[in-house]
Structure formats: structure tokens, C-alpha cells
């Protein structure tokens, strides 16, 4: 029997895995056609693209979580704890790590898979850029544990500052905020971060924390090397989305390259120094440095693994690759297809279809990818980004509730390609019936 292992369970690699195991796998009195297996180092689940409101508490992550190991009993795939360390190509075997519970007894031993296909999708982790003191003075939010870390520091900062007395200022100067957070990174996930704590600032002041001026007394700081955040999407976007954040009295600094993050200053190539009594560092995005070492695969200065168009490796026919860290040509562009949430989600449809094609011995096809657009969120009420191609006709700007609206449903078609739109569709009432017993922030 083909053996199919994916290895990540991201967006792409969670629905390929459902996908391929509704097709292939054993269902009910259906013979298996093929052993799909997903591998993962978590025991669950979440969509990455929010974790910035599990960071600002406007997101229980634990309502969202999905379990491996229930998803693979519903759609006949297998699923595997751990962490992918090596890679036999000629053997056709990958190498996974031990897992250790919280105190640090081993769970699960060291353990080797093998496959006839492979497809590696383990997404990216932060990229520090060298930069000094970052990896030990900032928060990244790769994980659920690292969002939730910061979450946890933001409430118990805004608790102190309450009862603390502002800081002396001159005749003249506006008063200096209590508590400052920095995010260093104009991108979607710092935007999208400086905008839900705006919101989480006006929340706390309302669930207890009367003394905190959610305007005022809490100082957001978001810092962008370039010269205008968003730089990977259209101007106009950009522009809209500084204006929208400045009236949420979110600062900008552009064109301002950090240089090192100290505990509770960081520095700039200007010379200037700002507070911090909060830095999360999303400034970028690499490979994970496991691919550098798997026998030989191929790839690029960021770590991603060199892929043709069918998402084979140029190195083995057997090993593919999708999402954040595959760099996958993108035909008429200067650059390679995005690491953006639709990416992956059109590359695990084309491997459905090209893997079919390859257990039934068929030449396999090109992958294109399509760019629809890309929305930002700005909070609970309002989004900002453009639609373009086939959903419009054309490319279009829009913010707003409708904007909102857009983004929200990106969550649920996610759902949607996981449990199917009926089961979407209880979820998404099942999550609204819960918000309306819970505080709007998370505040334990």
C-alpha cells in the first residue's frame, strides 16, 4: 500500500492530510487505498493567522484548538506526535524526535516513518535578523505558548500600571504613557497585533482597570524599517491602513532599522532609543533550519526548499513541499509565490489531485497559483485590503465592517475545508452562542 506522510500540520498540511484520507483512506466498510499519515510536534491545532488576538486576549485559543488525533479518526488518516530530525532519502525514512511531557519524562520515543511519498509543511519561524538581544528581550508569535505568554505579561503590566502614579512631565509635554508596547515589524501580523490592543486596552478599562486610560496610559509603538508598513501589499493599502491605525492612536515609526532590544529599550540605526515595556518582534519569516540539514534537499538563503511546479523537490521526485517553506516559482512575477494562508491553501488542493495522479501513474500537473487579495484586520469592527482576479473581475479597495466581514469568513472557510459547511456552519453558531458568556478579553 502507497505510504503518504505529510509533516506539519499547518493550514496546508492539515487539510491535505483530512483531504487525502476522505479519498484514500479506510472509511466505514472502504478498504484504505493508501496510508496517509500526519505528522506534527503538537498534540492540536490552530489557524497561525490568529494568533495576534490570542496575544491581545481577544481569542481563547483553547476554544479554537483542534486535536490531531480526533481529526484523524474522523477522515482515516493517522496521526504521529513529533518533531521531523532527519531524513533518509535513500531509505525513504524520516526521523522523528522523542516527546516529553511537562515535567520532562519521555512520552513517546525517537521513532522512523516510512514513506513512498513524502510532503514537507512546517511552515516558518521567526526571523531575528542577527539582531542583538532580540531572540532574549522580544516575543515572537510562532506558537500558541509564545501568544499566550505575552498575553499573560500585557494584563499583568496593565494591572501595575493602574495603581502606579504617571511619570513627572515638563510644562507643555503630553504625559508619557504607563505601560509601552513595542512591535517591531510593519507587516500584516504587526499591524494586525497593534490594532487588537488597541481594542484589549478599551476592554480592560471596562473589566475592572477604571484608572487606565486606554488611550492614553497605554502607549503602542509600531516600528517598520521600510518606508511604509505593509510593504508587501498595494500602496494604497498601506495608506489606508496608517491612517486607520493613527486614529487609533497607534505611533509609527517608519524608516527606523532596529538595532538591539535591551530589557525595556529598544535601539534604533537613528540613534534613538524607545521604551518598551512590551517588545514582540515580527519582522519577518524563515525556514525552519531543519531543512538545511535533510539529507541533501536543496534550498534558498531563507531555508526553503527549492521546488519545481509540480512541488517535487529538484532534488527527490518522492519529496514535495508547501506553504511558508517551499519557495515555489510564481510565473510573471519577480518574486516566488507568497507565505500567505491562501497559498497554502491552493497548494494542498493541487497535491490532492497531483498525488492522485501519481498513485494512478499519470504525468503530474503545474501548479499556478492565483492571488486573490489580502485582508488585514484592524480589530473587532473593521479590516482594510484588496480584493482582485476572479472574485471581482478587477482589483478593488476595501476597509470597513464589509472588509471585517471578508476577513472573518477566511477563518470559516478553513473550517469549512477541515469538518465540511454544515459542520462550518454549527461551529460558527456554536462560537457566537459561546462569546456571549464570555468577556471579551481573556482576563486569566
Sequence with gaps: MHRIIIVGGGAGGLELATRLGDRYGARGNRPARALVTLVDRNPTHIWKPLLHEVAAGSMDPFTQELEYAAQARWHGFEFQQGELTGLDRAAKRVTLSPVNDSDGEELLPEREL?????????????HFFGVQGAPENAIALDTVGEAERFRKRLIAACMRAEHQAPAPTAPGD??????????????????????????TAQVLSVYGLHKLDPRHDVGIVLIESGPRILPALQERVSTATAELLEKLGVRLMLGERVTEVAPGLVHTASGKAVRADLTVWAAGIKAPSVLSHLDGLQVNKLGQLDVRRTLQTFTDDNVFALGDCAACAWPGNERNVPPRAQAAHQQASFLLKAIGCRLEGRPLPEFTYRDFGSLVSLGHFSAVGNLMGGLIGGNMLIEGL????????????????LHGYPRMMLDTVAHWLRRTTLPRVKLH
Design 174 to 199: 503630553a504625559a508619557e504613557p504607563r505601560i509601552q508596547v513595542v512591535i517591531v515589524g510593519g507587516g500584516a501580523t504587526g499591524v494586525e497585533l497593534s490594532a487588537e490592543l488597541r481594542n
Design 114 to 126: 516510512e514513506y513512498d511519498t513524502l510532503v514537507i509543511a512546517i511552515g516558518s519561524t521567526t
Design 402 to 417: 464589509f472588509a471585517r466581514f471578508m476577513y472573518m469568513s477566511l477563518y470559516r472557510l478553513h473550517i469549512a475545508a
